[in-house]
């Protein structure tokens, strides 16, 4: 018997706005797990810091009602088909999907203000890039994960195998959601990576 199932799990977190960098790279990836990863940005205006950081806060992502200068969102999804082979059936052509969507923030007028903003500005969203995409690392290594546990399971029947695979993929994504959690948590939301405005100022 085979089957074709299909299904996603999501999860968000936002960095405010020195801990070791990350590489932007992202982890690679097996056979069978593909990667989007989008990135938007909200319109930044202003000559001086004070006025950066005015234009931000007026034009951030909105996340949980909390001061968020970027955000992160990440989804997993997943299909596959069931084969029985004697006593046991397993999954095959198992196929995972991870979507990014990054949002960050687009100063639209640089060219306004002076060499020592802009050099604080780059410094700032160097740092809130590398924060971004290290939950963007966290949503590759879930669908890693899931890929993983989908191709290892093996039940006595197909009938039970559906919500045995949703179980197993799902308690994957939740790993990763909560290790997304501790990263905020360690990092001080970005804070300890730099990416706070002004570059310098407290979390």
């Not at 932007?24 to 056979?31: G, Q, R, S, V």
């Not at 995972?96 to 923030?105: A, C, D, E, N, R």
Request: aromatic fraction near 6%; glycine fraction near 6%; charge should be negative.
């Amino acid at each position: 018997m085979r089957t074709l199932i299909q299904v996603a799990a999501l999860a968000t977190l936002a960095a405010c706005g020195p801990g070791g960098p990350r590489a932007l790279d992202p982890p690679t990836l097996p056979d069978g797990v593909t990667a989007e990863v989008h990135e938007v940005f909200y319109p930044v205006s202003g000559r001086t810091v004070d006025a950066i950081g005015a234009s931000m806060i007026a034009n951030e992502p909105n996340w949980e009602s909390e001061h968020a200068w970027g955000l992160a969102r990440w989804r997993v999804s997943w299909r596959w088909r069931s084969t029985e082979h004697g006593s046991t059936c397993k999954l095959t052509a198992v196929r995972v999907l991870v979507h990014v969507h990054i949002t960050l923030p687009e100063w639209q007028d640089p060219e306004r203000a002076t060499t020592e903003v802009r050099q604080r500005w780059n410094v700032f969203l160097d740092a809130l890039r590398v924060h971004e995409y290290g939950h963007r690392d966290h949503a590759h290594l879930a669908g890693v994960e899931v890929h993983r546990a989908l191709l290892a399971l093996r039940t006595p029947d197909c009938v039970d195998i559906p919500v045995e695979a949703e179980r197993r993929a799902r308690e994957a994504v939740l790993r990763h959601h909560r290790l997304d959690e501790e990263y905020e948590r360690s990092t001080q939301r970005g804070w300890s990576q730099g990416a706070t405005w002004p570059p310098g100022s407290g979390p």
